[in-house]
């Protein structure tokens, strides 16, 4: 590994500690470097705060050596006004000499401006480097900005046997397929992503709170398909302390294919990231649209011999790995649009 991509697989690596509080930011990573070593570095803060680039630039000590530094980042540093100041003018006034980007920034309101104002500073600005893995990084942000819709990632659990759920039930709660272990996991990823969704069905028949309750972190915002409103205020899902939208006949019309009028709704809602937990028929409709890019298969040693079969899905697989006994599988989408 070079110079350039050793320092951007730094910039990578902090990242990633903002998963799920930058949002709708996009999660940046920036280090500053003086002599081949790391003089400052810093991650996007939550949402409303000082950008990747801010952070790294404040934490350096010595604010003379920056004029003779080279500023590593994941993301072409902005070049507007939002909630903060652009980043571009910090490097400009600071003189930083260099500045060496993982991939250009596909939103409108940046989209090269950025390191157009910096290369006409005079400043030496290179970019490109592991730009697949920074692109990755950036999914949800790139996939909300290029594709006008929210990065859709499948969640569901089934039996050995292939059954998502019995067909009859004792009580009105989830009936589990995997251990105490995948349950926190699937906690965690809902700490990380923006909302979660599922069907009315899911809500009578679980009475799911679709909260983080055995991770630290964000709740995400509830989406629940309820065609005619019918769904009672007494579910779980209605709990006033986290927000929950609901999709009714008046958001989309029910008639027609769903997977889409959703995305769209989502996408105007601000949305960039979504879970989709079931049921059955609510992740088929998203598979039989391939509007999805992610899914995350659990496979649990519990039979059922009967109920509800789970979801057919075709994708290239990512990873495979057990938790105990269950075996999760993660697909990524080849064929999404």
């Avoid at 009580?171 to 990380?192: C, G």
């Avoid at 769904?231 to 997977?259: C, G, H, M, R």
């Amino acid at each position: 590994m070079n110079k350039n991509a050793y320092y951007i697989n730094r910039c990578l690596q902090i990242a990633s500690n903002g998963l799920g509080t930058t949002r709708p930011n996009p999660m940046v990573g920036a280090v500053v470097v003086y002599e081949d070593k790391i003089i400052g570095e810093g991650f996007t803060s939550i949402y409303g705060g000082p950008h990747a680039e801010v952070i790294a630039i404040r934490s350096v000590k010595d604010k003379s050596l920056l004029k003779k530094s080279t500023l590593y980042v994941i993301l072409e540093p902005c070049s507007h006004h939002g909630k903060t100041p652009p980043c571009s003018d910090l490097i400009i006034k600071h003189n930083i000499p260099k500045v060496v980007i993982g991939c250009v920034d596909d939103n409108p309101e940046v989209a090269g401006q950025g390191i157009a104002k910096l290369r006409k500073s005079g400043c030496d600005v290179i970019v490109g480097v592991l730009e697949k893995e920074c692109k990755y990084h950036h999914r949800r942000f790139f996939t909300f900005h290029n594709k006008k819709r929210p990065y859709v990632i499948l969640k569901w659990a089934e039996t050995s046997d292939g059954f998502i759920a019995p067909i009859i039930k004792d009580e009105k709660k989830p009936v589990w397929i995997t251990n105490k272990y995948s349950r926190q996991l699937v906690h965690k990823w809902r700490a990380e992503e923006q909302a979660i969704l599922v069907g009315a069905n899911t809500v009578i028949e679980d009475n799911p709170s679709l909260t983080v309750r055995d991770w630290i972190g964000e709740n995400p915002t509830r989406i629940v398909l309820d065609k005619n409103l019918s769904l009672s205020k007494d579910y779980s899902v209605f709990k006033k302390d986290i927000t929950t939208i609901i999709i009714s006949e008046k958001d989309i019309d029910f008639n027609q294919s769903k997977a889409h009028q959703i995305a769209n709704f989502l996408h105007a809602s601000n949305i960039n990231s979504v879970i989709i937990e079931g049921g059955a028929k609510t992740l088929q409709t998203f598979i039989d649209n391939n509007l999805w890019d992610e899914a995350r298969i659990f496979v649990g040693k519990t039979t059922f011999c009967k109920g509800v079969k789970a979801p057919h899905i075709e994708g290239a697989l990512i990873s495979e790995t057990y938790i105990l006994e269950d075996r999760l599988s993660v697909y990524s989408n080849k064929k999404v649009t």
